[in-house]
Every structure is written in C-alpha cells, then in structure tokens.
C-alpha cells in the first residue's frame, strides 16, 4: 500500500455525504472520496464505482450501515468491500485497519486544548496514515498539529468555499475534505 501523500494528487478531498452525491464527486476533479454513506446492501457497489473511476476510496467505518466499527467489520471490509482506506474516530479501528492491509485516517474533533493532546495522544497509539481534524477552518490549529505530528493532517468539517481550503493547505494540511459538491470541481 502506498503512503496516503503519495495517494493525494488533488487537494481536495469530496466528502459525499449523500449517495445521490456520488456521480458529482466522480465528475470532479478530486482523486479521492471520503464515502460517508452507505450500507452492508451496497457498500461494495459504491466502493466500486469510486474505483472503476480512478480515485481512491476511504469509507468512514461508523457511517456504514450494517457494518460494525469494530474488529470483525474492519475485516469483512478489506476482505470483501477492498477499499483504499478507512475513516474513524476510534484509534482500535485505526489500528485493525492497519492489521487489515488498508491505509487509516484517524477522525478528531478539535473542540479545546485538551482534545488537540488527548488526539496526538491517540494517534501516538494507533499510527494511522493520516489524521483528519475537524473542523478544518482554523489554519492556526492546524499550523500547531503539523508541528506536533509528522502525519499528514487533512482538515475537514465546516469548510465551504474555496478561501477556506486555501488556507488550510497554506496552514500545512496535505488535503482538505469537502462536503459541498460544487468545490469538488475546481
């Protein structure tokens, strides 16, 4: 498996967060999607379609329908879904996806100081690829993460235009997911 920066050739990350989503995220110019939807039922399907297109496919373990976040649904993912990565906010994900053969990006959510140490803790532990921070519109958090981590951070969360996702890649971050289809375009 390669390295997550060696995955990323567009900045911007589509985050689709609704499967009717999914052909604008194909369209655009994005090389990789962040899969936020979906079920047991059509996981596969999706994942396929991501592929089929050239792009690179994380899926966020606790937003797939009738796949558990935990050991088991991180195995039936690379044994039968087989995509790129995973997404998750739990560290044991992280680590079982690693164990699985998949790149992981770790999910943290910066609401004070205390939670900006307790996920460089975390992420110490679990070794994902890549950490997510969100929300992604603070260029000086994220600043102060690439400076106490050499993982890759992606900011994502509550970006919505194009200033915003220039300033966290000015910031540091190797990446920017984005919910809102008309960025994944540009």
């Known amino acids: 498996m390669y390295p997550i920066v060696d995955i990323v050739e567009h ?3 589509a985050a689709v967060q609704k499967e009717a989503d ?7 110019q994005v090389n990789v999607v962040f899969l936020l939807t979906g079920s047991l039922m059509n996981v596969h399907e999706l994942t396929e379609k991501v592929k089929q297109a050239g792009k690179h496919v994380f899926l966020h373990m606790e937003f797939i329908e009738g796949i558990a976040a935990d050991r088991g649904g991180v195995a ?3 044994k039968h879904v087989r995509p790129t990565g995973i997404i ?7 680590k079982a996806a690693k164990d699985s053969g998949l790149l992981a990006i770790q999910r943290i959510f910066l609401i004070d ?3 900006v140490l307790r996920g460089i803790k975390a992420v110490e532990q679990s070794n994902p690829d890549a950490i997510e921070v969100m929300p992604g519109i603070m260029p000086r958090i994220i600043r102060e993460m690439t400076n106490m981590t050499p993982l890759p951070i992606i900011a994502g969360g509550l970006v919505g235009n194009r200033q915003e996702i220039d300033d966290g890649l000015k910031a540091g971050a190797l990446a920017v ?3 809102a289809p008309e960025l994944w375009a540009d």
């Open 22 to 28: 999914l052909d604008a995220a194909l369209r655009g």
């Open 11 to 13: 900045q911007t990350i």
């Open 113 to 115: 100081r205390n939670a």
């Open 177 to 179: 997911s984005v919910g």
């Open 88 to 94: 998750s906010t739990k560290s044991s994900i992280v």
């Open 76 to 78: 039936y993912v690379a």
